[in-house]
C-alpha cells in the first residue's frame, strides 16, 4: 500500500470557523491531490499539487485554498466552514496518467 | 464538460456469479481508470486502461475508445468485491471526472 495518511480521520466543527485537513505521503509522489465525495457526486476533485508551491484548482475549488510547502504534506484549508462542506474528503497521489492512490479519508461534519 | 456515466447503478449478485459493469463518456478521452470502494471507504484502484483490454485474476476491464464506453468484468464473485465501482476519465491536464459508481453487493 501507497504510504499515505490523513489527519484528522473525523472531525465536527461549527458552520464559520475554519478547518485545515493533512495529507501526509511517504513516497516522494511530485502530484497530490484533494477530492471530496458526497452521495450522488462520486468524487470530485477540489484542488492538486504538481510540486512544491505549485497548485491547481479542480472541478469544485469554491471555498477552499491549498498549501505545499513539502513534498510530503499538502493541506486543504476551508477559510470559514459552511454545511455545504459537510463530506468526506481523500487524498491521493500519483499522475492521472499512471495509477492513482488514495488516502483513507476525512469525515467532515459541519453543524 | 465531459460527462461519465455509469449502470447499473445497482447490482445485487449471489456469490459465485459473474457480472459485467459499463462506464459510458461523452468525449474522446487518453485516460480511464477503474477504481474499487469497499464497505470501509478505502479506494484501491483496479486498472488503468485507456484503451484495449487487461486482466488481474478474475477481474478484466475492456475499454473501447473509439466508442466511449468501457467494461469492467467480475468473474466468480466474492463476498469481498461487494463496494462500489467506480470509472474516472481524464479532462485536461492532471484532473479526473468520476461517475456517479456502481454499488455492487455479493450475497452469500
Not at chain 2, 449471489?14 to 470502494?37: I, K, P, Y
Request: with cysteine; charged share 15%; net charge neutral.
Amino acid at each position: 500500500d501507497a504510504g499515505i495518511t490523513q489527519s484528522p480521520r473525523h472531525k465536527v466543527t461549527e458552520t464559520g470557523t475554519p478547518v485545515t485537513l493533512r495529507c501526509h505521503q511517504t513516497e516522494n509522489h511530485r502530484y497530490m491531490y484533494w477530492y471530496r465525495q458526497d452521495p450522488g457526486h462520486g468524487l470530485r476533485l477540489i484542488h492538486y499539487s504538481y510540486g512544491v508551491k505549485d497548485t491547481d484548482k479542480g472541478e469544485v475549488s469554491d471555498g477552499y485554498s491549498v498549501s505545499r510547502s513539502k513534498t510530503e504534506d499538502f493541506l486543504l484549508t476551508l477559510e470559514s466552514a459552511t454545511s455545504s462542506q459537510t463530506s468526506v474528503y481523500f487524498c491521493a497521489i500519483g499522475r492521472v496518467q499512471e495509477t492513482q492512490y488514495f488516502g483513507p479519508g476525512t469525515r467532515l461534519l459541519v453543524l | 464538460g465531459i460527462q461519465v456515466e455509469q449502470s447499473p447503478p445497482d447490482l445485487i449478485l449471489q456469490e459465485g456469479a459473474n457480472s459485467t459493469l459499463r462506464c459510458n463518456f461523452s468525449d474522446s478521452v487518453n485516460n480511464l481508470q477503474w477504481f474499487h470502494q469497499n464497505p470501509w471507504g478505502q479506494l484501491i484502484n483496479l486498472f488503468y486502461i485507456p484503451s484495449g483490454t487487461k486482466q488481474n485474476g478474475r477481474l478484466s476491464a475492456t475499454t473501447v475508445a473509439t466508442e466511449r464506453y468501457s467494461l469492467l468484468y467480475i468473474s466468480s464473485s466474492q463476498t469481498t468485491d461487494s463496494g462500489v465501482y467506480f470509472c474516472a476519465v481524464e479532462q485536461g491536464a492532471q484532473k479526473l471526472v468520476f461517475g456517479q459508481g456502481t454499488r455492487l453487493t455479493i450475497n452469500p
